[in-house]
């Protein structure tokens, strides 16, 4: 039996407005409070948009965590 509530809706505008918002949502810089309260709205019920806003997530914290560790050893080292 397929339940279908997890429909695709990329072409909702809502969609397409929660993915331009996405790393200021993410990087908490919306300053408007409606536009941030649309987001979170929408994230809360849109499944798509929200695992993609956790993938999202997920890629700017490696990005962050990546930036503050040394590389490894391995990579310091020239090719040789
Ligand atoms: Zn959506």
Known sequence: MTNVTEKHDFVDSDCLEAFDHFYAYLNDEIKDKETFAKIQHHLQHCKSCFSRA?????????TKGAGNEEAPETLQKPIA
């Open 54 to 62: 956790e993938m999202e997530r997920i890629l700017n914290d490696r």
